[in-house]
C-alpha cells in the first residue's frame, strides 16, 4: 500500500513512521495521561487497518486524522489535545510558505498528483515543468491573498471547485471562439510582425496554426476554429494556379484552353488543400505553447455555414482531406501511426449529408470511418442546436463550453471573437450528503453553496476587470477575440453577455441516488434530477439579470477533480455505497459509467439535459472496435441528429512499442493495488512504452490519469 506525502509524492506506507509519531506526542504529556505500549499498538494496528480499507492512496492529511480518532477511542484526551496543537502549529508553518517543497517534487519528478494532473502535459520536460513551478506559486497567492477564505476552504474540502487557480493570479480569460475570419480577411499581427491578408490556401493555412499556438499562451483554456473561415482561400489558390498554368502552357506553345486551364489547376488545388490541412495537423501536434502542450483546439466542420455552390463544395473538400487525414494518423516514435490527442474535430450533422440521398453522403460515411479508428470527430446535430440556440449553429469553445446567444449593435449574431470568463463548479453530491436526504435542508444547503458559486466567480468577473489590451495583443487588438485599442481595457466585453461566465455542477447522478435512492435514469427519480437543474438554471438568470453578466450552467468535464472531489466525501461522509464508493464521481448529468444503458437510450435520456446545460454539454457512449461495422456507427449519428445536441463515441486506440500489440491496453492492478495500464500481449507496463488514447473530458488523453480517472476508465460499460 503506498501513501500521498503533503508534496504530492507517493511513498510506501510505514506503520512505524506512525508509531514513533505517537510516542513522540505520547512523551509529552504527564505520564498519568500517556498511553501504554499496548495502547499505542492499538492505535497504529487499527489506523494501519483503516488505510488498508480504503480505496484509495491515503494522503497524510486522512492518516493524521484517523490517528487523532484512535488516541481519542484510548480516552487519552491530553495526548489528543497535544496531537491537534502540535498539527495546527506545523501546518501554520506550512502555511508561511506553502511552495517549496511542492515545487521541489515536481522538479524531481515524484509528485504523484502533478504526473497524472493533466493527460496531455508531460511533467518531465522543462517547459511543462516551468508552467507547473509558476502554478504553483499563483495557487499559493491565489489562496493567500486574492480569494475570500472561505471560498478558498471550500475549494479545499471539494464543495466548490475554483477551476484552472494555477492561472489566477494573471488576467486571463479561459476559452474562446476565434474570429480566424477577421484575422485572415484583415490582417493581423503575431510577435510584432504585420501578417497581410493571404494570397493562398497554404498561407493561410500557416496563419492560422501560428495564431493558434499565440493564443494557447495568452489563455489557459480551449479554443476553437472553423474551416468555413480557411474555405474562401481555395478559390484565391484557384485563381492564381490559373494564372500560372495559362502561362506555364502558352511558353511551351500549347493552347491554353478554359478546360485545360481549369482541369490542370484544379490538380494544384487539391494537392494544396492536402498540404494545407497536413501543415494544420502536424503544426498543431508539435507546436508548443508556453505551458508546455500543444494548443487545446478544436476545428469545426459545418458546410451550411457557407453559401451553397463552389464555396461550399471548397469547404466540402477540405473537410474529406481532414478526415482522410486523421484516418491515417501521426506517427509515433516508432513510425507506428497512432490516434493524435490534437486537433479535436466536430462534424455538424446536417440535412444536406445525413441520408445516402444527400449530396455530401461522402463525408459523413468518411466521418464515420474516422471515428471508428480515431475516436473523432465528434457531431453536433444542426437539427436540434437550432432549436437551442434561436436557429443558430456554432461550435463550442474548445471541448464543450457554449456561448449563449448574442446580437452585436447592429442586431447581427455574432459568436466567433468571444470567449468564456471562468468557471466554478458546484459538488451536487455534497449538497445531498450534507443534507442527511432531508428535502427542505437540501435547498436549503443548495441556496447556501449557490451564493458561495456566485461569489467565487464574482472573484473571476472582477479579476479580469481592468485588464488592458495589451496583455494580449494577438487576442485584445489584433483581432482573434477583438480590435480595441492600445491601453483600452477589455472591460465593454465582459458585460451585455459578449462573454460568458460558468456555473459547472458535477454528480447529478450520485446526489440524486442520495436523495432518491434511485438512479437519475429511473422515471420515479428523473424529475427530481430536472428539477435541480432547472434550480440551477434559474440561479444563473437571477444572477445575469442582476449583474448584466452572461452566466450559464456548464457541465462539468471533471478530469483530476473527480478523484479529489470523492476523496473528500468519503473524508467527510464516509463510504456510502452507489454515492461515495468510487474513487470518482460522475462528470456533469452524466449516467454513471457502470450502468448497463444501450446508446440509443442513452442519448435520448441525456438529450434533456443538455438542453438545461446551454452553458456546455456533451454526451458520450462507449462503443467496441468498430471499424469493421461502420453501418452502426452511421446509425447512432443518425440517432444523435433525430436526438441530442452534441455527442461523440468512445472506442480504445492503443498501441504497445515492445511487442507491437496495436488494440485496448488493460487496466490491472499491481502489487499494492494501484491501477496501472498493463498490454495483454507481453505484459508491458512500462507506460513510457505504449501510446493510450482515451477520452475523458471530452479532449483525447495521451498522457495518462489519476487513480480515480483510471478506475473511472477501467469500470465503464459497453453501450453498443
Known sequence: MNIIKRSGMEVTFDAIKIEDAVKKANASVQERDRLTD??????????????????????????????????????????????????????????????????????????????????????????????YMAGEVSKDITKRFLLPPDIVDAHEKGILHFHDSDYF??????????????????????????????????????IATQSIAQIASCQYGGQSITLSHLAPFVQVSREKFRREVRQDLESQGINATDELVAQLAEMRVKREIKQGVQMIQYQVITLMTTNGQAPFVTVFMYLNEVPEGQLRDDLAMIIKEMLLQRIQG??????????PAFPKLIYVLEENNISEESPYWELTRLAAQCTAKRMVPDYISEKIIKKLKDGNCYPCMGCRSFLTVYKDQEDHYKFYGRFNQGVVTLNLVDIACSSGGDPEKFWKIMDQRLDLCRRALMCRHERLKGTPSDVAPILWQNGALARLKKGETIDRLLYGGYSTISLGYAGLCECVRYMTGKSHTDPEATPFALEVMQYLNDACKKWADQTNIAFSLYGTPLESTTYKFSKCLQKRFGVIPGVTDKNYITNSYHVH??????????????AQFQELSPGGAISYVEVPDMQDNIEAVLSVMRHIYDHIMYAELNTKSDFCQICGYNGEIQIVEDRHKKLVWECPKCGNRDQNKMNVARRTCGYIGTQFWNQGRTQEIRERVMHL
Open 38 to 131: 499496548q495502547q499505542i499498538k492499538t492505535v497504529v494496528d487499527n489506523v494501519t487497518s483503516l488505510c488498508l480499507g480504503m480505496n484509495h492512496s491515503p494522503n497524510v492529511e486522512e492518516i493524521q486524522d484517523m490517528v487523532e480518532e484512535e488516541i481519542m477511542k484510548q480516552q487519552s484526551y491530553k495526548l489528543a489535545s497535544n496531537y491537534i496543537t502540535y498539527r495546527y502549529k506545523r501546518a501554520l508553518v506550512r502555511k508561511s510558505n506553502s511552495t517549496d517543497e511542492q515545487i521541489l517534487s515536481l522538479l524531481e519528478c515524484n509528485n504523484e498528483e502533478v504526473l497524472q494532473e493533466n493527460s496531455n502535459k508531460n511533467p518531465i520536460v522543462n517547459s511543462v515543468q516551468r508552467d
Open 330 to 339: 501521426v506517427k509515433n516514435e516508432q513510425g507506428t501511426y497512432i490516434t
Open 593 to 606: 459509467v457502470t450502468e448497463p444503458i444501450n446508446a440509443f437510450d442513452k442519448l435520448t435520456f441525456e
Open 169 to 206: 493570479a494573471q488576467h486571463m480569460h479561459n476559452c474562446c471562439l476565434v474570429n480566424l475570419e477577421d484575422m485572415l480577411q484583415n490582417g493581423t499581427i503575431i510577435s510584432e510582425t504585420l501578417i497581410e491578408k493571404p494570397h493562398s490556401f497554404s498561407t493561410a493555412c500557416n
